[in-house]
C-alpha cells in the first residue's frame, strides 16, 4: 500500500513550452503533497507544499509563477513548469502525507517515482 | 532549526565490507527519522523508519537506531552487495515537515 505514481516519468519539450507533470496517490488520499526538484548529484530541494483546496505554500525563491500547482482532489496535485527554459531542466519528485486516521502513517511521506524533465 | 547532517560521500566498498554511513540530526520535538535510497535514475525508496527513540528500523539487512541521547541515526550494514550500490539519504520529520540529508553516494565493487 502507499503507491504513489507520477506521470509523465520523463519528457522533453521545446524551450518556451509548458509541461504538466502529475502526481498520484493510487491507494490512499493525501490532504498534503509536496513537490522537490533534484539537480544531478545533489540532494532534494523542497519547492512547495500542495494542500488540497487551497493554494500552494511556495519556498523561498520559488517562482510562483513559474511552477503552477493544483492540488484538485485528495488522491491528484499537479505541477505545471509554464514558459520552460534548459535551466528548468530537472529531476521532479512528488511526494504525499497520508491524510489523518491511517495507522501508523504518521509523520510520513511516500514517494513517486519521478520525472526528468529536459528542457531543449 | 530542525535540520540533517549526513556523512558526505563518495564511499567506495569491497563486496561484503561492513557499512556506516553517519547522520547526526537537529529537531525540537519528537521527530520521525528514516533513510531512504536512491538508485540510479529512480526516485526515492524508504529503506527504514523509527517513530522513537531507541527504537531500531531494519530492512534487507540495513540497520539504525535512533538514538537521542547523541542525536544520531547511523545506517549499518554488515555485508554489502554490489546491489547495495545507490544514494542513501537520512531524514527527519516533524510537524509534517521533512529534512533531507545531502545523500551518500555508495559504490560497491566487486
Known amino acids: 500500500g502507499a503507491v504513489v505514481s507520477q506521470h509523465p516519468s520523463w519528457v522533453i519539450c521545446k524551450s518556451g513550452t509548458s509541461v504538466k507533470i502529475e502526481c498520484r496517490s493510487l491507494?490512499?488520499?493525501?490532504?498534503?503533497m509536496f513537490w522537490y526538484r533534484q539537480f544531478p548529484k545533489q540532494s532534494l530541494m523542497l519547492m512547495a507544499t500542495?494542500?488540497?483546496?487551497?493554494?500552494?505554500?511556495?519556498e523561498q525563491g520559488v517562482e510562483k509563477d513559474k511552477f503552477l500547482i493544483n492540488h484538485a482532489s485528495l488522491t491528484l496535485s499537479t505541477l505545471t513548469v509554464t514558459s520552460a527554459h534548459p535551466e528548468d531542466s530537472s529531476f521532479y519528485i512528488c511526494s504525499a502525507s497520508p491524510s489523518a486516521g491511517l495507522a501508523g502513517m504518521y509523520n510520513e511521506q511516500f514517494f513517486g517515482p519521478g520525472t526528468r524533465l529536459t528542457v531543449l | 532549526g530542525d535540520s540533517v547532517t549526513q556523512m558526505e560521500g563518495p564511499v567506495t566498498l569491497s563486496e561484503e565490507a561492513f557499512l556506516t554511513i553517519n547522520c547526526t540530526y537537529t529537531a525540537t520535538g519528537y521527530p520521525s527519522l528514516f533513510w531512504y535510497v536512491q538508485y540510479p535514475g529512480e526516485g526515492l525508496q524508504l529503506l527504514l523508519k523509527?517513530?522513537?527513540?531507541?527504537d531500531k528500523g531494519s530492512n534487507k539487512g540495513f540497520e539504525a537506531t535512533y538514538r537521542k541521547e547523541t542525536t544520531s541515526f547511523h545506517l549499518e550494514k554488515g555485508s554489502v552487495q554490489v546491489s547495495d550500490s545507490a544514494v542513501y539519504f537520512c531524514?527527519?520529520?516533524?510537524?509534517?515537515?521533512?529534512?533531507f540529508g545531502t545523500g551518500t553516494s555508495l559504490t560497491v565493487i566487486p
Open positions: 531524514a527527519l520529520s516533524v510537524r509534517s515537515q521533512f529534512y
Open positions: 500542495s494542500n488540497e483546496g487551497s493554494k500552494a505554500t511556495y
Open positions: 523509527a517513530t522513537k527513540a531507541d
Open positions: 491507494d490512499f488520499q493525501a490532504t498534503t
